[in-house]
């Protein structure tokens, strides 16, 4: 059955060796292709192949046992959602929280996130509660905790990571709902109570845990490096390490959601944005590991363009990460070349 490398299904099988132009083996026979050996068949130039008989939706097969694994993460990640709330009011209510509720929540939840390799796919999954609070934070633990696995930390030291993540806007308790719900633009007076989340967050971790780093993660999170940022105005290495990988998935999660006063905005021109404050704004470690490590995930998934056209991303453009080349029914389009196309939604 000979098709043309665009008519290829992930779940397909090689009927024969391939080769490239210059003889050298890309594909054995048998191999069943993925969207990453596909890709591979593009780069090499290869146009047609012969794959064996199909005898299934192949393609819905592949999809389903791709999502099983993420779907696994939803439950834990809504009752760490859920905890978040109690947590909050009790905090609210007393000016403490339980410390072991927190660990009862996360751990079990980082045990499950070390074997999820597909984080695009748990971030679409998960980014659909109501609160943007709670959910926020909880989106914040997990991505800070990838991060610092990332960055090379060790299991121990990235679970501290993303515990402090979890808990970085613990202080907002202190703050009025009218102002943390407010649809309109703050006033100068309304955004100087919305900064001060940072003192109450970790005057809050502090008395209740004696954690002194996951409460200066709270205090720092807002800081920038080139100074611009809250509550102290610090810079560069007087940020502490996780409180930039904190920053990082703070500002990745907020704006790929949707809160009162903004409208969430498609992954990958958010990931463009982060890399432009890499370069003065947030630490370049940490947000170049999130974008190297998330990018790849986005191979697969199917998009929506502001055409009104529905496709696949087949393959990351090296001369502009940010404008993948996408695959519809009808064409391939280079994103990198056509400007006037958009990502408008990515789907799982």
């Given at each position: 059955?000979?098709?043309?490398?665009?008519?290829?299904?992930?779940?397909?099988?090689?009927?024969?060796d391939?080769?490239?132009?210059?003889?050298?083996?890309?594909?054995h026979?048998?191999t069943?292709?993925?969207?990453?050996?596909?890709?591979?068949?593009m780069?090499?130039?290869?146009?047609?192949?012969?794959i064996?008989?199909?005898?299934?939706?192949?393609?819905r097969t592949?999809?389903?046992?791709?999502q099983?694994?993420v779907m696994?993460?939803?439950?834990l990640?809504n009752?760490?959602?859920?905890?978040y709330e109690?947590?909050?009011l009790?905090?609210?209510?007393?000016?403490?929280f339980?410390?072991?509720?927190?660990?009862?929540?996360?751990?079990?939840?980082?045990?499950?996130?070390?074997?999820?390799?597909?984080?695009?796919?748990?971030?679409?999954?998960?980014?659909?509660?109501?609160?943007?609070?709670?959910?926020h934070?909880m989106?914040?633990?997990m991505?800070s905790?990838?991060?610092a696995?990332?960055?090379?930390y060790?299991?121990?030291k990235?679970?501290?990571?993303?515990?402090a993540?979890?808990?970085?806007?613990?202080?907002?308790?202190?703050?009025?709902?009218?102002?943390?719900?407010?649809p309109?633009?703050?006033?100068p007076?309304?955004?100087?109570?919305?900064k001060?989340h940072?003192?109450?967050?970790?005057?809050?971790?502090?008395?209740?845990t004696?954690d002194?780093?996951?409460?200066?993660?709270?205090?720092?999170?807002?800081?920038?490096?080139?100074?611009?940022?809250y509550?102290?105005?610090?810079?560069k290495?007087?940020?502490?390490?996780?409180?930039?990988?904190?920053?990082?998935?703070?500002v990745?999660?907020?704006?790929?959601?949707?809160?009162?006063?903004?409208?969430?905005?498609?992954?990958?021109?958010?990931?463009?944005?982060?890399?432009?404050?890499?370069?003065?704004?947030l630490?370049?470690?940490?947000?170049?590991?999130?974008?190297?490590?998330?990018?790849p995930?986005?191979?697969?998934?199917?998009?929506?363009?502001?055409?009104?056209?529905?496709?696949?991303i087949?393959?990351t453009?090296?001369?502009?990460?940010?404008?993948?080349l996408?695959q519809?029914?009808?064409?391939?389009?280079?994103?990198s070349?056509?400007?006037?196309?958009?990502?408008?939604?990515v789907?799982?």
């Amino acid at each position: 059955m000979k098709l043309h490398v665009i008519e290829i299904s992930p779940g397909d099988r090689l009927k024969h060796d391939i080769f490239n132009q210059f003889g050298v083996l890309i594909l054995h026979k048998g191999t069943e292709l993925t969207n990453d050996a596909i890709v591979k068949l593009m780069q090499h130039g290869i146009d047609y192949i012969d794959i064996e008989p199909r005898t299934i939706d192949i393609e819905r097969t592949s999809n389903n046992a791709h999502q099983d694994p993420v779907m696994k993460v939803a439950p834990l990640f809504n009752e760490a959602v859920d905890g978040y709330e109690d947590i909050f009011l009790e905090a609210l209510s007393s000016g403490t929280f339980d410390e072991s509720k927190v660990d009862e929540l996360l751990q079990p939840l980082v045990d499950e996130l070390v074997g999820q390799k597909d984080v695009v796919s748990l971030l679409l999954l998960l980014n659909n509660g109501d609160n943007y609070t709670y959910n926020h934070s909880m989106q914040v633990g997990m991505l800070s905790y990838y991060i610092a696995t990332w960055l090379g930390y060790p299991k121990e030291k990235a679970y501290q990571v993303g515990k402090a993540g979890y808990l970085i806007d613990i202080g907002k308790c202190m703050i009025s709902q009218d102002i943390l719900g407010k649809p309109g633009k703050l006033t100068p007076e309304e955004f100087d109570e919305v900064k001060r989340h940072t003192l109450y967050g970790s005057e809050i971790i502090l008395n209740s845990t004696g954690d002194e780093i996951s409460a200066m993660v709270a205090l720092q999170h807002h800081e920038r490096e080139d100074g611009s940022g809250y509550p102290k105005g610090l810079r560069k290495d007087e940020i502490h390490p996780y409180a930039k990988i904190a920053a990082v998935a703070d500002v990745y999660t907020a704006m790929t959601s949707n809160r009162v006063y903004q409208s969430k905005q498609e992954l990958l021109t958010v990931l463009r944005e982060l890399n432009s404050l890499s370069f003065g704004k947030l630490s370049p470690e940490p947000t170049q590991a999130l974008i190297s490590h998330l990018l790849p995930n986005f191979i697969g998934k199917k998009v929506l363009l502001n055409s009104g056209e529905v496709g696949s991303i087949v393959m990351t453009n090296q001369t502009d990460f940010f404008r993948p080349l996408v695959q519809t029914d009808d064409r391939f389009i280079d994103l990198s070349k056509e400007r006037e196309l958009s990502i408008t939604e990515v789907y799982i």
